[in-house]
């Protein structure tokens, strides 16, 4: 499992590396509630001990789907996708 490179670190803000975007199939982690291993999705609050935000980068591969179902109720989501 790979994990997030902290750059730089202040008062006011953090920079990380996630690394290569074509690489996000190497971050995984498990599902808060199914426990379900979730490849390719990587969140960056705790990296960066952001208190307003939930940011995450994932990659999912054409004609997949994600292995759960979640709704957002405080947070909303921005997509992009390379076809």
């Known amino acids: 499992m790979k994990t997030v490179k902290e750059i730089v670190k202040d008062k006011n803000y953090t920079a990380i590396d996630l690394g290569n975007l074509d690489e996000l199939m190497e971050y995984s982690l498990i599902h808060k509630i199914n426990k379900q291993k979730i490849e390719g999705k990587v969140f960056i609050k705790d990296a960066t001990d ?3 935000t939930e940011i995450s980068f994932n990659s999912l591969a054409p004609k997949a789907e994600q292995p759960y179902f ?5 947070t909303h989501a921005l997509g992009h996708t390379n076809a």
Do not use: D, R, S
Request: net charge negative; charged share 10%.
């Open 50 to 52: 952001a208190t307003g």
């Open 70 to 74: 979640h709704i957002h109720v405080e």
